[in-house]
């Protein structure tokens, strides 16, 4: 597998990050040793396997469909970077300029 | 103040008044201090923790009965667990000045029996590390010899249990987060099976990996944390509606057991000679009392490490894609807009291990790359938990060292990640597995540093597994402290 400038871009875009040129260098040597460790793999046979997904032996714990542990507007708010008191606020979404 | 290892030893002296909670939230903050240069806690709850102990000391003049069963136990917590009111950051700078809202389920039960939490603890970024040296407020040192790692990723936890800055920590465990540090530090380190401890209010790394375990002194210690922490709850579907077992009175132990080595570990060429030895003297000591111990054939150790990287950075790149700077966490001031906004602020705040395991989790599962690697771990992680499986039908323990070496220099291994990934070699099996796994105490090496040595049984066996683990420090292996 090769690791080029333009998967590292894709994957930051995908992942919502911006990495530095030094950072993009580094991640392009280190994802590709990784992944060549991860090669190994390869060499298993797994026809017929069934993925292993949840390592719980219990499925569908059902519970009633009530709302419960709910938060109070303020301690929803607590958090927030940038709030009003009443909502979170973000940047503009939409550009009129467009 | 002596230097108590049992929980049991503070409640004598607690019932004969030679002490109190006050006291001993006293000593433990003096421990802190003294030891403040290994950089174990990420924050103090010194007068919190004061308070608290004076409300119980005077609780149980009023009524010697009313304390719960943690009365006495002074606890810290790993930086990724929720408590209510105070700061939680998984060590990372996303997280800054975040306030639980709510306290995990595990942390809840012990506070219910009166623990008394002194601080939280250092952590890996995001516990994604094995070092400790991803943290955000810095490394943490090891006790033994300060210019060694404490391990990783829970070494804050592993660093206050072993300079006797609190009785027992919690930590968690996705890979030998628990286990790793504490063979490193001289501690004992449990790991339940996957769904024993709820994972409500525990930051998550790896989902279908992560546990919530416990460092201490003694095997009855870690037992009481357990039986008290475990159990279904309504919070996390994942956990188990099993009943938990009474563990911290059932630990005598007089059977022989059957006791699997796998040869490919014990003779693993990362394994150090002195480590290996040490465990080879050890498997002769027990086949003197009469157990039978057994070397076994396991192909699959070498893919564990590889299918475990694939599968934790999957898990991690989707569960931390909540971190958005949005509605909670770091928010750049640099953003223009909202895509800028989340790229910006998740690349301020995310550390350089937590967005390369991002990255290379976001790889995993992108299209074109799925079936590939995903799809290719999970099933590769079937083989290997069928193979664990069948051993446990011929035998009750395995036998392996808890790392391949002790606690390397700080700074050497970060840059590195390869080296540093298969370091987890002998740890991540249980994890994969989903079966309990305990760390004990081995004695030195001759480089003055402690050794680890882990036993893993079938899931839910926590019971045996806790047991034999008290047998094994009392007559193979005595803790020295």
Same mark, same amino acid.
């Given at each position: 597998?090769?690791?080029?400038?333009?998967?590292?871009?894709?994957?930051?875009?995908?992942?919502?990050?911006?990495?530095?040129?030094?950072?993009?260098?580094?991640?392009?040597?280190?994802?590709?040793?990784?992944?060549?460790?991860?090669?190994?793999?390869?060499?298993?046979?797994?026809?017929?396997?069934?993925?292993?997904?949840?390592?719980?032996?219990?499925?569908?714990?059902?519970?009633?469909?009530?709302?419960?542990?709910?938060?109070?507007?303020?301690?929803?708010?607590?958090?927030?970077?940038?709030?009003?008191?009443?909502?979170?606020?973000?940047?503009?979404?939409?550009?009129?300029?467009? | 103040?002596?230097?108590?290892?049992?929980?049991?030893?503070?409640?004598?002296?607690?019932?004969?008044?030679?002490?109190?909670?006050?006291?001993?939230?006293?000593?433990?903050?003096?421990?802190?201090?003294?030891?403040?240069?290994?950089?174990?806690?990420?924050?103090?709850?010194?007068?919190?923790?004061?308070?608290?102990?004076?409300?119980?000391?005077?609780?149980?003049?009023?009524?010697?009965?009313?304390?719960?069963?943690?009365?006495?136990?002074?606890?810290?917590?790993?930086?990724?667990?929720?408590?209510?009111?105070?700061?939680?950051?998984?060590?990372?700078?996303?997280?800054?000045?975040?306030?639980?809202?709510?306290?995990?389920?595990?942390?809840?039960?012990?506070?219910?029996?009166?623990?008394?939490?002194?601080?939280?603890?250092?952590?890996?970024?995001?516990?994604?590390?094995? &070092?400790?040296?991803?943290?955000?407020?810095?490394?943490?040192?090891?006790?033994?010899?300060?210019?060694?790692?404490?391990?990783?990723?829970?070494?804050?936890?592993?660093?206050?249990?072993?300079?006797?800055?609190?009785?027992?920590?919690?930590?968690?465990? &996705?890979?030998?987060?628990?286990?790793?540090?504490?063979?490193?530090?001289?501690?004992?380190?449990?790991?339940?099976?996957?769904?024993?401890?709820?994972?409500?209010?525990?930051?998550?790394?790896?989902?279908?990996?992560?546990?919530?375990?416990?460092?201490?002194?003694?095997?009855?210690?870690?037992?009481?944390?357990?039986?008290?922490?475990?159990?279904?709850?309504?919070?996390?579907?994942? &956990?188990?509606?099993?009943?938990?077992?009474?563990?911290?009175?059932?630990?005598?132990?007089?059977?022989?057991?059957?006791?699997?080595?796998?040869?490919?570990?014990?003779?693993?060429?990362?394994?150090?000679?002195?480590?290996?030895?040490?465990?080879?003297?050890?498997?002769?000591?027990?086949?003197?009392?009469?157990?039978?111990?057994?070397?076994?054939?396991?192909?699959?150790?070498?893919?564990?490490?590889?299918?475990?990287?694939?599968?934790?950075?999957?898990?991690?790149?989707?569960?931390?894609?909540?971190?958005?700077?949005?509605?909670?966490?770091?928010?750049?001031?640099?953003?223009?807009?909202?895509?800028?906004?989340?790229?910006?602020?998740? &690349?301020?705040?995310?550390?350089?291990?937590?967005?390369?395991?991002?990255?290379?989790?976001?790889?995993?599962?992108?299209?074109?790359?799925?079936?590939?690697?995903?799809?290719?771990?999970?099933?590769?992680?079937?083989?290997?938990?069928?193979?664990?499986?069948?051993?446990?039908?011929?035998?009750?323990?395995?036998?392996?060292?808890?790392?391949?070496?002790?606690?390397?220099?700080?700074?050497?291994?970060?840059?590195?990640?390869?080296?540093?990934?298969?370091?987890?070699?002998?740890?991540?099996?249980?994890?994969?597995?989903?079966?309990?796994?305990?760390?004990?105490?081995?004695?030195?090496?001759?480089?003055?540093?402690?050794?680890?040595?882990?036993?893993?049984?079938?899931?839910?066996?926590?019971?045996?597994?806790?047991?034999?683990?008290?047998?094994?420090?009392?007559?193979?292996?005595?803790?020295?402290?």
């Amino acid at each position: 597998m090769k690791v080029d400038k333009l998967l590292i871009s894709k994957l930051e875009k995908l992942a919502r990050l911006e990495l530095s040129g030094e950072e993009r260098e580094g991640l392009t040597k280190d994802l590709s040793s990784i992944l060549e460790m991860v090669e190994k793999l390869q060499e298993l046979d797994t026809e017929g396997v069934d993925p292993l997904v949840y390592i719980n032996e219990e499925v569908n714990i059902l519970r009633s469909d009530q709302m419960d542990k709910q938060l109070s507007q303020k301690d929803a708010l607590k958090n927030a970077p940038d709030q009003d008191g009443t909502f979170f606020r973000v940047p503009k979404v939409i550009n009129l300029k467009k | 103040m002596p230097r108590y290892s049992t929980l049991s030893s503070i409640q004598a002296d607690l019932r004969a008044g030679t002490t109190s909670c006050v006291a001993l939230v006293d000593h433990y903050l003096q421990q802190i201090e003294e030891h403040q240069q290994l950089n174990a806690y990420v924050e103090v709850f010194a007068a919190e923790a004061r308070a608290k102990a004076k409300v119980l000391d005077d609780k149980y003049q009023s009524d010697a009965s009313s304390v719960g069963r943690l009365f006495g136990a002074v606890i810290s917590i790993k930086d990724v667990l929720c408590y209510e009111g105070h700061g939680v950051t998984a060590a990372s700078k996303i997280l800054e000045g975040f306030e639980s809202l709510f306290s995990a389920t595990a942390v809840e039960r012990l506070l219910a029996e009166d623990a008394i939490i002194i601080g939280r603890t250092n952590c890996d970024e995001f516990a994604m590390g094995s &070092t400790n040296e991803s943290s955000y407020y810095g490394v943490t040192k090891n006790a033994a010899d300060p210019s060694k790692v404490p391990g990783g990723s829970s070494g804050g936890s592993a660093v206050a249990v072993q300079a006797d800055t609190c009785l027992f920590s919690l930590g968690t465990d &996705t890979g030998g987060s628990v286990r790793q540090p504490a063979a490193f530090c001289g501690v004992i380190g449990l790991k339940p099976s996957y769904g024993r401890v709820s994972r409500y209010g525990l930051l998550a790394y790896g989902s279908s990996f992560d546990q919530i375990g416990v460092f201490s002194h003694s095997v009855e210690d870690a037992a009481l944390c357990l039986e008290i922490m475990a159990g279904s709850d309504e919070f996390d579907a994942s &956990t188990s509606t099993k009943e938990v077992p009474a563990y911290s009175q059932m630990l005598q132990f007089d059977k022989k057991s059957k006791i699997a080595y796998l040869g490919t570990a014990l003779h693993h060429p990362s394994l150090d000679p002195e480590v290996k030895a040490q465990c080879q003297a050890c498997i002769e000591k027990l086949k003197a009392e009469g157990h039978e111990v057994e070397e076994i054939d396991f192909d699959l150790l070498d893919y564990i490490i590889p299918a475990y990287y694939v599968l934790t950075t999957a898990e991690a790149s989707s569960n931390l894609s909540r971190y958005d700077g949005i509605r909670y966490g770091h928010r750049s001031q640099q953003a223009e807009n909202l895509l800028e906004t989340y790229q910006k602020s998740r &690349t301020e705040g995310f550390g350089k291990e937590v967005k390369r395991r991002i990255m290379l989790g976001t790889f995993v599962l992108s299209a074109g790359y799925y079936d590939a690697y995903y799809s290719k771990a999970q099933k590769v992680r079937r083989l290997i938990q069928q193979k664990t499986f069948e051993i446990f039908e011929s035998y009750d323990y395995i036998l392996m060292p808890a790392a391949p070496g002790t606690a390397w220099d700080l700074g050497t291994q970060m840059d590195d990640p390869v080296a540093m990934y298969l370091a987890d070699i002998f740890t991540v099996q249980a994890n994969m597995v989903g079966i309990p796994g305990i760390s004990l105490p081995l004695g030195k090496h001759s480089n003055g540093l402690p050794i680890g040595i882990q036993f893993m049984t079938n899931r839910f066996k926590e019971a045996k597994l806790l047991a034999f683990s008290n047998y094994f420090v009392n007559k193979i292996a005595p803790i020295e402290e």
